[in-house]
Structure formats: C-alpha cells, structure tokens
C-alpha cells in the first residue's frame, strides 16, 4: 500500500464549530496509510471543535484559505456540526475551493451537516447523496436525490449520515483516493 500512498495529500477544510469526530476520525485514518492530511480554514488559526454538546479542542490549521490550491491535493474532507458548515457555505473562498475539486474530477466526502457546504458550491444538481436526515430537504431542493444510507458515492462526492457511519464513511474515502474508483462512474 505505501506505493499507493506515496505523494497523496488530503486537504480537509473546517471552521470553528466542527464536529470533532468528524475530523479527529478521518484525519487518523488518513494519516495511518501515510497520507499527507492538511487542516485548512478560513484563517490560518486554531479552530475549536464542537464535541457533541460543548466546545472541544483547538485544532491546529496547515493553511489558510488564500493559501490552499485543490491543485495541490487529491482530495477533500468536509466535517460536518451545525456551526461549521453553516460558516463555510457562506465563505465564496470555500465554496470556489469544493467547485474545483469537483471539477477536477477528485473526491470529495462530506458528512453529517456538511452537504450544505456542496449545496452552496452549487455541485449536487442530479446527484444521489446522504446526510443528517435534517438535511435532506435541502439537498432535494437543490436538485439531488436524497437516500438514507451509511455511505454514498456518485461520481466522486462521498456523503455520509453522522459520526456513528465514520468507519465506512474513512473507509470508502480511502479507496475512492487510492484506487480513484469513481473514475469508472464517469463514462
């Protein structure tokens, strides 16, 4: 597998009010295989987690904003929480980011909440994705199909439901970066 890993790099982009396993998760089991993981937020400061039900941790940031280019990763991770990607959908920086992702043809994981973030990039038109169950409106209104499963990947956008799905939701991740198997979805 180290030959897979060899020069992947992740970015994953949050703000103050993540939720915190919704980043501690996927960046260990990022990191376990030897991926580059970068932290990027709109400033280049610690961001404070939301650990279920009170603030959490100060989480150091690789890069800010201005500083990150989708050039320079392979994919990108969305933590969901309320407060976090209510932020990002509103940051033109953050959405400009997730649209060249997408257009790029790289993975993209959202989880939870954090399918808003892709609502607002204007990216999930004609999609079939999964989220909270108190998104699902949105994601409807906004042109995708809404399912209620642990993990869902079409064409590169994976979505998970909430923190219990992580495992699946790391796992896909990892062999959507590593083997790209998305890249069979685009015929």
Same mark, same amino acid.
């Given at each position: 597998m180290?030959?897979? *890993?060899? &020069?992947?790099?992740v970015a994953i982009l949050a703000t103050h009010g993540f939720e915190e396993s919704e980043l501690a998760v996927p960046k260990a089991k990022l990191d376990a295989p030897g991926i580059v993981v970068e932290v990027v937020a709109p400033e280049a400061k610690g961001i404070r987690a939301w650990a279920e039900d009170n %603030? &959490?941790?100060t989480y150091a940031v690789d890069k800010s904003l201005d500083e990150a280019n989708s050039t320079d990763y392979h994919a990108l991770v969305l933590p969901g929480g309320l407060f976090n990607p209510d932020a990002l959908r509103q940051d033109e920086r +953050?959405? !400009?980011l997730v649209r060249h992702f997408v257009e790029a043809g790289k993975p993209v994981a959202a989880i939870c909440h954090a399918p808003w973030i892709l609502i607002n990039a204007g990216v999930v038109t004609g999609r079939t994705l999964t989220s909270y169950p108190s998104v699902k409106q949105d994601l409807e209104? +906004? &042109? !995708?199909? %809404? *399912?209620?499963?642990? *993990? *869902?990947v079409d064409h590169g956008l994976v979505t998970s439901r909430q923190p219990r799905d992580l495992d699946r939701f790391c796992h896909t991740l990892v062999g959507e970066i590593l083997e790209g198997r998305h890249a069979d979805q685009a015929s």
């Open positions: 180290s030959q897979q *890993v060899d &020069g992947k790099r %603030w &959490g941790e +953050a959405l !400009a209104n +906004a &042109g !995708a199909s %809404w *399912v209620d499963e642990p *993990v *869902v």
